[in-house]
Nanobody, 120 residues
Framework: QVQLVESGGGLVQPGGSLRLSCTAS????????MRWYRQASGKQRELVAS???????DYADSVKGRFTISRDNAKNTVYLQMNSLKHEHTAVYYC??????????????WGQGTQVTVSS
């Protein structure tokens, strides 16, 4: 059984920063790409950022220069550093990861989400 657990969300004022973390645990052989998504109220879930095992990153245009994704492979953890936050960044943030539980099978797992609220 594999679990992804996010943490680090909360209430922050506009212009502030938050760092989200997502740690995978369980029967893990290896982890390939890891990603952060977000879903604002009444909107579809959207991809925010992704990172390969080797550290190659990609971002949604709306967060380039403001958010930074990183990972610690030894800790099976992916991070999302969010700076200069705005009201429109308010959403539930989810991580997912492509995880091998053995040398053959790859599945995509999702975390439960962490709420980020940007408000004064």
């Amino acid at each position: 059984q594999v679990q992804l657990v996010e943490s680090g969300g909360g209430l922050v004022q506009p212009g502030g920063s938050l760092r989200l973390s997502c740690t995978a645990s369980g029967s893990i052989f290896s982890i390939n790409a890891m990603r952060w998504y977000r879903q604002a109220s009444g909107k579809q879930r959207e991809l925010v950022a992704s990172i390969t095992r080797g550290g190659n990153t990609d971002y949604a245009d709306s967060v380039k220069g403001r958010f930074t994704i990183s990972r610690d492979n030894a800790k099976n953890t992916v991070y999302l550093q969010m700076n200069s936050l705005k009201h429109e960044h308010t959403a539930v943030y989810y991580c997912n990861a492509d995880i091998n539980t053995d040398s053959i099978v790859t599945r995509r797992y999702w975390g439960q989400g962490t709420q980020v609220t940007v408000s004064s």
